[in-house]
């Protein structure tokens, strides 16, 4: 006899796990499936840091990152422990990149400062820069491993269920009821939310239609700086390929190229250094970041699943609802993109 419950989260990755900690501190009584250990590293959200920046060309990504950094605030209260790291965010590279940026900071009302190389350099000397540069005070890095524990730890504390080591999990759906299977277990849940990923087309089976996903395997690397007191922004810069960096506390500033990874199988991808990524990075490094040594250390992978237009996957389909909120950009929202997905799964009754 299958387990009843009002949701069934599959996937618990950032999320996922968002997903999980807004309906649980609604009264929902959710379960979330994992297919693996805890802190896995064979997908999205693993890694110590993560990007955070409002600099989008298109003001409503300036506005959802403004709505996010405000979210963030309340589950760093909750939690007891920062989460989000402010140290400012740099856009630098191509002039028509930092116009459009520009334009949309000012349409949403948000601070910026423009500099020309030379005032940036002063400022920050361990990096390089041939233009004018951006920059935005609210930016900053994300501590991502303890910002899913943190997650997955409230939503426990409000009492959802979170299972890891399920493996897969399968979805049957009949008219407007969904049934959800894994390892031994079955739960008959109202909702199913999937947010697995790259693993997303094979959860759902065909039960859905997708728009076309790309599965890609980025690797990102960090470079010791030369003087340990330094301060480090985040930064983008647009030129080919877009390369954005940022400090990880312990491992040092992460660099890597966005979107550059080959398309794989999730299921059997790489996990080890590409050496041809590892050069190309380092000479980057070499040439635009003299405040660092430009040997690469501690080398790690990663999985993009995006979309043509690397916009997110956040729907209602009769029971399910899905979300893939990566193309390599998500989890700065990610206590938006939780409660976007909550609210689709059971609209709140009142203010959250």
Request: aromatic share 6%; charged share 20%; hydrophobic share 45%.
């Amino acid at each position: 006899m299958p387990e009843r419950c009002d949701v069934v989260v599959v996937g618990a990755g950032m999320a996922g796990s968002a997903t999980a900690w807004w309906l649980a501190r609604r009264g929902v009584d959710v379960v979330v499936l994992e297919q693996f250990e805890a802190g896995h590293r064979r997908g999205s959200s693993h890694g110590a840091t993560r990007l955070f920046r409002l600099g989008y060309a298109d003001p409503a990504d300036v506005r959802r990152g403004a709505d996010a950094l405000r979210l963030w605030r309340t589950l760093e209260a909750e939690a007891g422990r920062e989460l989000l790291v402010t140290t400012g965010s740099l856009d630098h590279g191509d002039p028509a990149q930092l116009a459009a940026i520009a334009a949309a900071y000012r349409h949403e009302g948000v601070p910026s400062e423009r500099l020309d190389a030379a005032e940036a350099s002063a400022r920050w000397p361990g990096l390089r820069f041939a233009g004018d540069v951006l920059v935005q005070p609210d930016g900053g890095r994300i501590l991502a491993d303890a910002t899913v524990a943190a997650l997955q730890e409230r939503a426990v504390a409000h009492g959802a269920e979170v299972l890891h080591g399920t493996g897969p999990a399968a979805i049957v759906t009949d008219a407007d009821q969904a049934t959800v299977r894994a390892g031994d277990r079955t739960w008959a849940p109202r909702t199913v939310v999937v947010t697995a990923g790259a693993w997303l087309p094979s959860v759902l089976g065909g039960a859905v239609s997708l728009p076309p996903l790309t599965v890609t395997c980025e690797q990102v690397q960090h470079f010791v700086p030369y003087d340990t007191t330094a301060t480090w922004p985040s930064f983008i810069h647009h030129h080919a390929p877009t390369v954005y960096g940022l400090f990880a506390p312990g491992e040092g500033v992460k660099v890597a190229t966005h979107h550059a990874g080959p398309v794989v199988d999730p299921d059997d991808r790489p996990f080890g250094p590409d050496p041809a990524t590892s050069a190309l990075v380092a000479a980057y490094v070499a040439e635009w970041l003299p405040g660092v040594d430009p040997t690469p250390v501690h080398p790690a992978r990663c999985l993009y699943t995006s979309t043509a237009d690397e916009r997110f996957v956040l729907e209602r389909h009769g029971p399910i609802v899905i979300g893939s909120p990566c193309s390599g950009h998500g989890f700065k929202f990610a206590p938006l993109i939780g409660r976007t997905l909550a609210d689709l799964a059971v609209p709140p009754r009142g203010p959250a």
